[in-house]
């Protein structure tokens, strides 16, 4: 039952990637300082792996995540990648996005969906799950098929969905039967709005079915982590991922979820 969960909170950086350029250490405090449990890296800014990871510990921060060219998980890259997310704490490598190779065609899909397998395969010794973060482009229709059900089809249960509500939304997928479709497999879920009427919503303000959303998590989705997501000009960058927070929080509230 959703009501004996507890399922934290992270925030994607990638929303506040202007103030992690300038400052990384003093924007992932500040994260930290607005209740955030934890932060999903999009890039480190030449920080190294022991950087990092003192600046998860000094704000009692876990890594939720990060996003990575899929070209870090091939062949001698894997090893540097695996030794660096190891050392700070980090188990979910995720994919946000593929080159055109990789995605032209449905036996593109395919075959891509078998090398996240092999690289799956790869790191579970060690601890770790590869995974893949959609945006749009998934949910149109490609040669009679959807793309993201033609990859998560051809991946083993292992291979993390971070489904990004929004992104999906906004191509015409349906949330709540694409979390039902795949039970157990949306791992960590991307919290980011969709609105047709205002682009520039904030969590809980737009279209998306957020109490049925987080209850499905925590039923059947197999959730260990929400995270936010959000990337319009609306107020200040800071300001902006502090309101989601508190928005996301209350949803899970009513859902009775703990955060």
Known sequence: MAADKKIPVGLQLYSLKDDCAGNLEGTVAKVAKMGYAGVEFAGYFDRSAKQ????????????CGTHIKLQTLLGDELKKTV???LEIGNPYLIVPGLPEENRSSIGAWKKTGDLFNTIAGRIRKDGLRVGYHNHTVEFAGMEGLIPYNVFFSATDKDVIMQLDAGNAAHGGGNVIATLKKYPGRTVTFHCKEYS????????????????????????IGGTEWFIIEYERPRGTPVENVKVCLDNFTKILKTAGIQP
């Open 196 to 219: 047709a009427a205002r682009p520039d919503a904030f969590v809980g303000e737009g279209d998306i079915p957020w109490s049925e959303a987080v209850k499905t998590c925590a039923g």
């Open 83 to 85: 030794d660096f997310n």
């Open 52 to 63: 990092v990871r003192k600046m998860l510990d000094d704000n009692g921060l876990a890594c």
